[in-house]
């Protein structure tokens, strides 16, 4: 797969995982392993260039004793998600025009 569009995969996906609740690293590897494997060097550059874009925000939380960081989904996050939908809708009409003319499917 193209590094530029698993790289654009990832970052929305990891924003969905944010949709409906705040999380932490381990929680957010967790609930994607069944889409997509992620490592903990992966996630975290993600979740870093996230924040820089304004997509999340963070917070930290005593969880047993030591500071745990949180990543909330922000409202440019949501529009992040809308945007990649539409754009995926109309890269979905070119695949199944593509696959109809050249037999690919």
């Not at 494997?37 to 963070?58: D, F, M, W």
């Not at 960081?69 to 979905?92: A, H, L, N, P």
């Amino acid at each position: 797969m193209n590094v530029q569009l698993k790289r654009g995969l990832i970052d929305v996906c990891v924003l969905a995982a944010l949709k409906d609740e705040a999380s932490y690293g381990y929680k957010i590897i967790s609930d994607l392993e069944s889409v997509i494997a992620l490592s903990e060097s992966t996630l975290y550059p993600v979740l870093k260039r996230l924040e820089g874009q304004e997509c999340l925000k963070t917070y930290t939380k005593d969880f047993n004793g030591r500071l745990r960081k949180y990543y909330q989904i922000t409202d440019v996050g949501k529009r992040r998600i809308k945007e990649f939908v539409s754009e995926w809708e109309e890269i979905d009409k070119v695949l199944h025009f593509i696959s109809s003319k050249g037999g690919i499917r």
